[in-house]
């Protein structure tokens, strides 16, 4: 496992932006792939968006054409940008980094988007 701490969440009006931002430290070898997923209340957490080292992307159908994530190898960081926020994005948002045979997270962020 590696260490994962995430900053940028907050609250913002319907339509606005966020980034968020995760840097991993720790002993890291190779993460591959590195992520965010998200938990809103009374739901299970899902998936929210992955990238691999070589730049392979997946998206959750609900986020894709607002959220772009992306990954700096050498910093071991990796972000999302949130765009057209709606209030279904209000969820705590955690940072996903996979190591072979390991599954790290962060503590969480939490994003609220108001109508």
């Known amino acids: 496992q590696v260490q994962l701490v995430e900053s940028g969440g907050g609250l913002v009006q319907a339509g606005g932006s966020l980034r968020l931002s995760c840097a991993a430290s720790?002993?890291?070898?190779?993460?591959?792939?590195m992520g965010w997923y998200r938990q809103a209340p009374g739901k299970q957490r899902e998936l929210v968006a992955l990238?691999?080292?070589?730049?392979?992307?997946n998206y959750a159908d609900s986020v894709k054409g607002r959220f772009t994530i992306s990954r700096d190898n050498a910093k071991n960081t990796v972000s999302l940008q949130m765009n057209s926020l709606k209030p279904e994005d209000t969820a705590v948002y955690y940072c996903?980094?996979?190591?072979?045979?390991?599954?790290?997270w962060g503590q969480g962020t939490q994003v609220t988007v108001s109508s």
């Open positions: 996903y980094a996979h190591v072979i045979a390991n599954d790290c």
């Open positions: 990238i691999r080292i070589g730049g392979v992307t």
């Open positions: 720790g002993t890291v070898v190779s993460i591959n792939p």
